[in-house]
């Protein structure tokens, strides 16, 4: 792996900008720190401000988001109604610990709970948190049915976080390298595939929950189908087995409901949600209906800054713009127009292996390693973007992008990636 030093001076010799972008230099590039541990590859560029779907940097040059810090920004940046949240709050109180009753805890929990079918409701500061806490559940579920050791069905491909248990839980065996020896408890299965299910339903035993999400964002923009979700939540009922969807990334309306899994009409066990419910303000929660929601008792879990008054009524705020500015239904048709164009756009090229979409989260997938895409659509378009997988492209725009800023970045990737796949054949040629 290249380290970051080398990664910046990779950058430095080979910038370049697209005529269709607007020019003005390439970006000042930023120095990795010293005084930071290298666990990032960062870009070279130091945003300085933003509005919606646009960000500028250190030098005033102007560039168009299509990743939201990662599902993150969902109305976009600097969204006034949230600024002056944090703002008011935080001129009131920022936090006073869960030794106290909180008042926007209260309020959110209610919210989350009546949106999701759930009746109760764990906060927490990100996605990884929610996930441990639900593993949690897991572990006093089947402790409580007498199971001495707990497993949890996962699933390849996943992703659910970077803690020792819900790396054990990912599906990815590259960001596992290293941290051996994984939290036991876990038997992978196959995504999208009953059978395997049934399977590990008859042959492993100690099973008491499975985990995984209703769109792999990190695993390629793959999605559950509304006919597995309904089979696995009948397998799950029969076997007394608790079943816990992840939706830090698809949650929230992105896919153009709440939940994910609201598209196959189930009702999971347990729900986790993190990301977008902060607008960037850290907050995650984990939510539960039935017997899951009466597992814990007091010390059994606990967090000192999840639920302030600070994050939780940024997050009662997000709830009212969605539903306001009804955004879940723009996300279901800006994203549609988004797949459409680019499936249309990018036909011609075989090397285009899949284009696959579920509301405003989009994966390219192409047949070859492209994670240096990142890189150029920063330089050549002015454009943010992810690379998972090493091989897709994902787009995860804010909900809140106008249809112009949509077809914007669909034209800004389809000349992204036609500029990568030619250049790469003509290079092989």
């Given at each position: 792996?290249?380290?970051?030093?080398?990664?910046?001076?990779?950058?430095?010799?080979?910038l370049?900008?697209?005529?269709?972008?607007?020019?003005?230099?390439?970006p000042r590039?930023?120095?990795?720190?010293?005084?930071?541990?290298?666990?990032?590859?960062?870009?070279?560029?130091?945003?300085?401000?933003?509005?919606?779907?646009r960000?500028?940097?250190?030098?005033?040059r102007?560039?168009?988001?299509?990743?939201?810090?990662?599902?993150?920004?969902?109305?976009?940046?600097?969204?006034p109604?949230?600024?002056?949240?944090?703002?008011?709050?935080?001129?009131r109180?920022?936090?006073?610990?869960?030794?106290?009753?909180?008042?926007?805890?209260?309020?959110?929990?209610?919210?989350?709970?009546?949106?999701?079918?759930?009746?109760?409701?764990?906060?927490?500061?990100?996605?990884?948190?929610?996930?441990?806490?639900?593993?949690?559940?897991?572990?006093?579920?089947?402790?409580?049915?007498?199971?001495?050791?707990?497993?949890?069905?996962?699933?390849?491909?996943?992703?659910?976080?970077?803690?020792l248990?819900?790396?054990?839980?990912?599906?990815?065996?590259?960001?596992?390298?290293?941290?051996?020896?994984?939290?036991?408890?876990?038997?992978?299965?196959?995504?999208?595939d009953?059978?395997?299910?049934?399977?590990?339903a008859?042959?492993?035993?100690?099973?008491?929950?499975?985990?995984?999400?209703?769109?792999?964002?990190?695993?390629?923009?793959?999605?559950?189908?509304?006919?597995?979700?309904?089979?696995?939540?009948?397998l799950?009922?029969?076997?007394?087995?608790?079943?816990?969807?992840?939706?830090?990334?698809?949650?929230?309306?992105?896919?153009?409901?709440?939940?994910?899994?609201?598209?196959?009409?189930?009702?999971?066990?347990?729900?986790?949600?993190?990301?977008?419910?902060?607008?960037?303000?850290?907050?995650?929660?984990?939510?539960?209906?039935?017997?899951?929601?009466?597992?814990?008792?007091?010390?059994?879990?606990?967090?000192?800054?999840?639920?302030?008054?600070?994050?939780?009524?940024?997050?009662?705020?997000?709830?009212?713009?969605?539903?306001?500015e009804?955004?879940?239904?723009?996300?279901?048709?800006?994203?549609?127009?988004?797949?459409?164009?680019?499936?249309?756009?990018?036909?011609?090229?075989?090397?285009?292996?899949?284009?696959?979409?579920?509301?405003?989260?989009?994966?390219?997938?192409?047949?070859?390693?492209?994670?240096?895409?990142?890189?150029?659509?920063?330089?050549?378009q002015?454009?943010?973007?992810?690379?998972?997988r090493?091989?897709?492209?994902?787009?995860?725009?804010a909900?809140?992008?106008?249809?112009?800023?949509?077809?914007?970045?669909?034209?800004?990737?389809?000349r992204?990636?036609?500029?990568?796949?030619?250049?790469?054949?003509?290079?092989?040629?």
């Amino acid at each position: 792996m290249r380290s970051p030093q080398t990664h910046f001076q990779d950058i430095a010799m080979n910038l370049t900008v697209d005529p269709g972008v607007a020019s003005g230099g390439p970006p000042r590039l930023a120095e990795p720190s010293p005084h930071l541990m290298p666990a990032y590859a960062r870009e070279p560029v130091v945003f300085e401000r933003g509005r919606g779907a646009r960000l500028w940097d250190a030098e005033g040059r102007e560039y168009l988001d299509a990743i939201a810090g990662v599902a993150v920004t969902n109305l976009g940046h600097a969204h006034p109604e949230i600024a002056e949240a944090i703002a008011d709050q935080a001129q009131r109180l920022v936090h006073t610990s869960n030794l106290y009753s909180i008042e926007w805890q209260e309020r959110l929990g209610r919210r989350l709970c009546s949106l999701s079918g759930m009746q109760r409701a764990f906060f927490c500061n990100s996605g990884a948190e929610a996930n441990e806490t639900a593993l949690k559940l897991a572990r006093l579920h089947g402790h409580r049915q007498g199971v001495a050791s707990p497993r949890v069905l996962v699933m390849e491909n996943s992703f659910h976080g970077r803690t020792l248990a819900t790396l054990a839980a990912t599906g990815n065996p590259a960001v596992q390298r290293g941290f051996e020896p994984l939290v036991p408890g876990f038997v992978r299965v196959p995504y999208n595939d009953i059978e395997a299910l049934r399977q590990a339903a008859e042959e492993v035993s100690g099973v008491v929950a499975v985990l995984l999400e209703s769109v792999q964002g990190e695993g390629g923009v793959r999605i559950a189908t509304p006919e597995y979700l309904r089979d696995l939540r009948r397998l799950c009922q029969e076997n007394d087995w608790l079943l816990m969807m992840d939706e830090v990334q698809a949650g929230l309306g992105r896919t153009g409901a709440w939940f994910g899994y609201q598209h196959a009409q189930v009702l999971p066990d347990v729900v986790t949600v993190a990301k977008g419910l902060g607008n960037g303000v850290p907050i995650g929660a984990c939510l539960a209906r039935g017997q899951a929601a009466e597992l814990f008792e007091p010390g059994n879990h606990g967090s000192t800054f999840g639920g302030n008054p600070l994050a939780c009524r940024v997050g009662c705020a997000v709830l009212d713009i969605i539903e306001r500015e009804r955004l879940m239904t723009q996300a279901a048709v800006l994203g549609r127009r988004l797949l459409t164009t680019l499936r249309a756009r990018l036909a011609d090229q075989p090397a285009v292996a899949a284009i696959r979409g579920h509301g405003l989260m989009v994966g390219i997938e192409l047949d070859r390693p492209c994670t240096d895409l990142v890189t150029r659509a920063l330089t050549e378009q002015r454009l943010l973007i992810s690379v998972t997988r090493d091989r897709t492209v994902r787009l995860l725009p804010a909900l809140t992008c106008t249809q112009a800023e949509i077809d914007d970045i669909a034209e800004r990737v389809v000349r992204l990636v036609r500029s990568f796949l030619g250049g790469r054949q003509r290079a092989r040629d």
